[in-house]
């Protein structure tokens, strides 16, 4: 084992990096300074340990979350204020079993392991984990070793938090003229573990949002089924000024016609029959808040006449009231469906549109978030396995590739659905609760789920960009070429104007004009 001194990661605490950076360093040190398989930095959070770096441990572990009263290791480095190691003979279960990424292809053998719990400023912030392949490889040495890095890892850890705490309290003084105190604020700058996902695609849209909460705007979310509005309408409420007040969820397409008025805007006692006492809507209950309008294109057209109303003049009339009353509600709708197509067919008001849309947000769908299916893939394994109370549940090298390589038309619902029938399926074909549990493409069925009305896989992306055959003038070959990018954009986005100009680096408008004067047809206006 490597002496401690002047080591690498340990000079880069000291050095301006990113926080990412910093910590993934500072474990791929520890793993080979203690020349173990793998090291896990966990962040506690409530009652769970969620992993922030890891080293050695396969790319979805990433998106587990470990519940700690399920994981005994876990809770019982939470518990000591000492260094832990549990010896290859030890009868509690490893949170890692399988998840070590030099075994991929084979169950995980037994092995030693040990951890040591983290504070930061007096309070439990997580535990340091590591594991090692061979037994006996944690010797006394190591552990005394380990306590002092524990020292190292928890001024990183602080060192982070300030810095997050900084750009929180900058950008909380920002909202609210220099009032640097704002607790919400603060806590969701510190909290966006719901959506998950490293992409380039998520990262610019998460970024996107966190600028547009800041704002009152109503802001309308598009999006497939199942790439999880309501999750970025949450993170919409808890990065605005109104994150203290409540969020308020509508889902339109479950209200009966003949009683959204009344769920959206209350009414009187005797409005109605069987309206035996005053009642608020749902624009009373989110007062100083939000309301998340889901599915807003299924809203009956006499509600959306008051719904425009209520966000011109920020008022609302409850059914058989004489008065209107004044609310402070910001709006955030959500759709997926082609809000100009019911318009232009007359279930959907022009002007009502124009209002819920002054900042759409087109929400990118699974197969555009490179890399991010195996993180929630994690999620779902670690939910499955509690669930199912099993051992471990992990993928095969096989199965990640199958996910990888699979359009997900029903985005992350249908991962998670996936994931859930295979757990079941491996159970039901002889696997013990007791083992670790190895799903392989045969029970993830994918090919089952690919029939004749799912959109093939994109195309390669140099594809659009390879020059069509064509023989004239200059002028001719350039138009023959735009023609087949464009057609190519809409076919990848299945029509969606706004996505294909947005994957074109067009304005919507100059996309439309473009294809009038290469003469495609279909438009939707």
Same mark, same amino acid.
């Given at each position: 084992m490597n002496t401690l001194k002047n080591a690498?990661?340990?000079?880069? !605490?000291?050095? $301006?990096?990113? %926080?990412?950076? #910093?910590?993934?360093? /500072?474990? *791929? &040190?520890?793993?080979?300074?203690?020349?173990?398989?793998?090291?896990?930095?966990?962040?506690?959070?409530?009652?769970?340990?969620?992993?922030?770096?890891?080293?050695?441990?396969?790319?979805?572990?990433?998106?587990?979350?470990?519940?700690?009263?399920?994981?005994?290791?876990?809770?019982?480095?939470?518990?000591?204020?000492?260094?832990?190691?549990?010896?290859?003979?030890?009868?509690?279960?490893d949170p890692y079993d399988g998840l070590l990424d030099a075994l991929v292809g084979e169950p995980l053998p037994v092995h030693d392991c040990m951890g040591v719990a983290l504070r930061v400023d007096g309070r439990p912030w997580g535990v340091l984990t590591l594991d090692a392949l061979e037994t006996g490889t944690f010797d006394a040495t190591a552990r005394a070793e380990l306590a002092d890095c524990a020292v190292h890892v928890e001024a990183a850890v602080?060192?982070?938090? !300030?810095?997050? $705490?900084?750009? %929180?309290?900058? #950008?909380?003084?920002? /909202?609210? *003229? &220099?009032?640097?105190?704002?607790?919400?604020?603060?806590?969701?700058?510190?909290?966006?573990?719901?959506?998950?996902?490293?992409?380039?695609?998520?990262?610019?849209?998460?970024?996107e949002m966190k600028l547009v909460a800041t704002s009152d705007l109503p802001v309308l979310l598009l999006g497939e089924t199942g790439v999880g509005k309501e999750l970025f309408a949450r993170l919409l409420h808890r990065h605005s000024p109104r994150a203290a007040r409540p969020l308020v969820h509508v889902n339109c397409a479950a209200l009966p016609?003949?009683?959204?008025?009344?769920?959206?805007?209350?009414?009187?006692?005797?409005?109605?029959?069987?309206?035996?006492?005053?009642?608020?809507?749902?624009f009373e209950a989110a007062e100083g808040g939000t309301l998340?309008?889901?599915?807003?294109?299924?809203?009956?057209?006499?509600?959306?006449?008051?719904?425009?109303?209520? !966000?011109?003049?920020?008022?609302?009339?409850?059914?058989?009231?004489?008065?209107?009353?004044?609310?402070?509600?910001?709006?955030?709708?959500?759709?997926?469906?082609?809000?100009?197509?019911?318009?232009?067919?007359?279930?959907?008001?022009?002007?009502?549109?124009?209002?819920?849309?002054?900042?759409?947000?087109?929400?990118?769908?699974?197969?555009?978030?490179?890399?991010?299916?195996?993180?929630?893939?994690?999620?779902?394994?670690?939910?499955?396995?509690?669930?199912?109370?099993?051992?471990?549940?992990?993928?095969?090298?096989?199965?990640?590739?199958?996910?990888?390589r699979y359009h997900w038309p029903g985005n992350i619902r249908e991962l998670e659905h996936v994931i859930s029938r295979a757990a079941l399926k491996a159970l039901s074909r002889g696997a013990r609760r007791s083992d670790i549990v190895t799903l392989e493409p045969a029970v993830?069925?994918?090919?089952?789920?690919?029939?004749?009305?799912?959109a093939p896989p994109a195309p390669p992306p140099d594809a659009a960009l390879a020059a069509p055959a064509a023989s004239g003038t200059l002028r001719e070959v350039v138009e023959?070429?735009?023609?087949?990018?464009?057609?190519d954009a809409l076919a990848r986005h299945k029509g969606n104007w706004a996505r294909a100009a947005r994957a074109l680096d067009l304005d919507p408008s100059n996309l439309h004009k473009l294809a009038r004067r290469l003469g495609i047809k279909n438009q939707r206006n």
């Open positions: 690498p990661w340990l000079v880069d !605490l000291a050095t $301006e990096l990113p %926080a990412n950076l #910093r910590l993934q360093r /500072l474990v *791929g &040190g520890l793993r080979a300074h203690f020349c173990c398989g793998a090291v896990a930095l966990l962040r506690l959070e409530e009652d769970h340990l969620l992993p922030v770096v890891v080293d050695g441990l396969v790319s979805e572990s990433l998106g587990r979350r470990f519940a700690v009263q399920q994981h005994p290791r876990l809770a019982a480095l939470l518990a000591r204020d000492e260094v832990t190691c549990f010896d290859h003979d030890s009868q509690l279960p602080r060192m982070t938090r !300030l810095e997050q $705490e900084n750009r %929180a309290l900058s #950008r909380a003084g920002s /909202l609210h *003229g &220099g009032d640097a105190d704002d607790e919400p604020a603060l806590r969701a700058a510190l909290d966006d573990s719901e959506i998950l996902g490293h992409s380039q695609a998520l990262a610019q849209l998460l970024q016609e003949s009683l959204a008025e009344s769920e959206l805007f209350g009414h009187r006692r005797g409005a109605f029959s069987g309206a035996v006492t005053d009642r608020p809507g749902r998340f309008l889901d599915e807003v294109g299924e809203l009956p057209l006499p509600v959306q006449a008051k719904l425009l109303r209520a !966000l011109q003049n920020g008022e609302i009339q409850r059914l058989g009231a004489d008065a209107p009353r004044r609310v402070d509600v910001r709006v955030v709708a959500a759709t997926n469906r082609h809000l100009r197509d019911l318009v232009a067919a007359g279930s959907f008001r022009a002007d009502l549109y124009h209002r819920l849309s002054v900042y759409p947000v087109p929400i990118p769908p699974l197969r555009e978030r490179e890399g991010d299916v195996l993180l929630l893939a994690g999620r779902f394994l670690e939910q499955n396995r509690a669930r199912l109370g099993l051992r471990s549940l992990r993928l095969s090298g096989e199965a990640q590739a199958a996910l990888c993830l069925d994918l090919d089952a789920l690919q029939g004749p009305g799912l023959a070429c735009q023609r087949q990018c464009v057609g």
